[in-house]
């Protein structure tokens, strides 16, 4: 069981950089698989980074490629979401969700636990 909080959110103008955090409390954070999802008002949730439990492997959805980078810090159960060159389209509530290694999968029903997500606007 683990319980996760995000924080970092806010306005920010396009172009600019954010850094989202997701503090986890509870059992073995380090052997917890990351990711961050984001949601779009009447939209679906959908997968934006991926981190192993090791911190040793990443993945991104291509709309975020190039310009995010997710990061943790086991020693601070913490990951981190750094986003630079913000664009108005990535404007929505962003979550952390955490499931048991191996499987570093894209789908928020292999997620087991997840945070109240945090808002970020991007303005034009």
């Known amino acids: 069981q683990v319980q996760l909080v995000e924080s970092g959110g806010g306005l920010v103008q396009a172009g600019g950089s954010l850094r989202l955090s997701c503090a986890a409390s509870?059992?073995?954070?380090?052997?917890?698989?990351m990711a961050w999802f984001r949601q779009a008002p009447g939209k679906e949730r959908h997968f934006v980074a991926v981190?192993?439990?090791?911190?040793?492997?990443?993945y991104y959805a291509d709309s975020v490629k190039g310009r995010f980078t997710v990061s943790r810090d086991n020693a601070k159960n913490t990951v981190y979401l750094q986003m630079n060159s913000l664009k108005p389209e990535d404007t929505a509530v962003y979550y952390c969700?955490?499931?048991?290694?191996?499987?570093?999968?894209?789908?928020?029903?292999?997620?087991?636990?997840w945070g109240q997500g945090t808002q970020v606007t991007v303005s034009s």
């Open positions: 981190i192993t439990y090791q911190g040793d492997r990443t």
């Open positions: 509870g059992r073995t954070f380090s052997s917890y698989v």
């Open positions: 969700a955490a499931r048991l290694p191996p499987n570093v999968v894209m789908s928020t029903t292999a997620y087991d636990h």
